[in-house]
Nanobody
Framework: QVRLVESGGGLVQAGGSLSLSCAAS????????MGWYRQRPGKQRELVGS???????HYEDSVKGRFTISRDNAKKMVYLQMNSLKSEDTAVYYC??????????WGQGTQVTVSS
């Protein structure tokens, strides 16, 4: 089992930046993909972006050019740098580990609130 703990959430003004971190309890170099999801008020959880073990990244269209996912295998950490934040980015952000088997593990989530 992979335990994930997110941190870095908080309140930020529109146009500002925020960096989220995800700490894993196990090595992540062999995990197929690490990702960030979010659940906005009144909406279903959605994929924000992901990064594979090879370093390939994928982003939701709405965050392309604004968000950047990175990983540090040695530190067992995954990051989400968020720039030019908008009010619609307000959500609970979740770290995800997608194993080769298809099994997924989730963190507890961290709240990001963007004020106008």
């Amino acid at each position: 089992q992979v335990r994930l703990v997110e941190s870095g959430g908080g309140l930020v003004q529109a146009g500002g930046s925020l960096s989220l971190s995800c700490a894993a309890s196990t090595a992540i170099f062999s995990i197929y993909a690490m990702g960030w999801y979010r659940q906005r008020p009144g909406k279903q959880r959605e994929l924000v972006g992901s990064i594979t073990r090879a370093g390939s990244t994928h982003y939701e269209d709405s965050v392309k050019g604004r968000f950047t996912i990175s990983r540090d295998n040695a530190k067992k950490m995954v990051y989400l740098q968020m720039n030019s934040l908008k009010s619609e980015d307000t959500a609970v952000y979740y770290c995800n580990a997608n194993l080769n088997s298809g099994t997924n593990y989730w963190g507890q989530g961290t709240q990001v609130t963007v004020s106008s």
